[in-house]
Nanobody, 116 residues
Framework: QVQLVESGGGLVQAGGSLRLSCAAS????????MGWYRQAPGKERELVAH????????NYADSVKGRFTISRDNAKRTVYLEMNSLKPEDTAIYYC?????????WGQGTQVTVSS
């Protein structure tokens, strides 16, 4: 059974920082991309950032460029999201996503709340 275990969410004041982690465990192979999505109340889930496992190529939503940094540790099958200069509009549930050649896996989500 594949599990994605997320950690690092919480409550922070505007301008603060948080670091999210997501570790994949279980029978999972062929990971080619890892990333983070988020969903705010009343809105659709949107891409925050993702990174390819081979070349380490990254892609960010325009709204987080320059503030968030995604990284991965292939040996640990873990992806990180460093979030700086947080804004109230970053408040959402953040979901880890791991993509393999055959399917997508999702974490259970971790709440990030940024107070003004």
């Amino acid at each position: 059974q594949v599990q994605l275990v997320e950690s690092g969410g919480g409550l922070v004041q505007a301008g603060g920082s948080l670091r999210l982690s997501c570790a994949a465990s279980g029978r999972i192979s062929g990971i080619n991309r890892m990333g983070w999505y988020r969903q705010a109340p009343g809105k659709e889930r949107e891409l925050v950032a993702h990174v390819t496992t081979s070349a380490g190529s990254t892609n960010y939503a325009d709204s987080v460029k320059g503030r968030f940094t995604i990284s991965r540790d292939n040996a640990k099958r873990t992806v990180y999201l460093e979030m700086n200069s947080l804004k109230p509009e970053d408040t959402a549930i953040y979901y880890c996503n791991v993509r393999t050649v055959v399917r997508n896996y999702w974490g259970q989500g971790t709440q990030v709340t940024v107070s003004s």
